[in-house]
């Protein structure tokens, strides 16, 4: 198979642009990042979902012609739930004072003493690696824009390539793990530096507000 750099290229714009936005998805591989909590498996597996559904797009809905309206409702509705119950959660986290003892390495501890590591305790807002594969599969899978948007969209995209579709998608799933790699790669540089209670705080607070009104608007969509 021959792939075209142009076509590829095309596809990898495409991918970059539509989950360029700040959206649960985003925000997720964001806070993982800040926390230092399984980044990089949260990185892969949301990268990995994005290319199942880019390639599930080339492959078949756009010659399906889409979702249907059942399917359709049911991602909303499942859609609409995830994030109530994820923005909950965030806003509890925005009520209680933040652990700022994200169990940073020796060498980012500064002036601490060997005393105080060795009676450092554990992270409560810490999650098992399972937790973190679960919940990067939700935010991917049950994020009905991404099935829409990277589906359907990258998919009816594809359609213009002709037998370059192929390479259109391989692109969208380069797009899609380059900017998870970048986005991973900036939130883990930034969790090194922000340790004011008060800008955990405000980041709960935000992504309590956004997954509230995300779900406000996927409703508004089902009316």
Known sequence: MVIHLSTFTAGMVLSISLIMAIGPQNAHVLRMGLQRQHLWLTVAICAVADAGMIGLGVLGLAQLGGLSDKLHGA???????????????????????????????ASDKGNETPHASTTAQPNPLAITRRQAVGSALAFSWLNPHAWLDTAVLIGTASLAYGQGSTAFGLGAAAGSVLWFSVLGAAAFWLGRRLHSQHIWRALDGAVALMMWGTALLLGFSLV
Do not use: E, I, N
Not at 76 to 81: C, Y
Not at 89 to 104: G, I, K
């Open 75 to 105: 991602l909303l509705g499942a859609g609409m739930l995830f994030l109530m119950v994820y923005g909950w959660q965030a806003f509890q986290r925005f009520l209680r004072s933040p652990v700022l003892a994200l169990d940073l390495p």
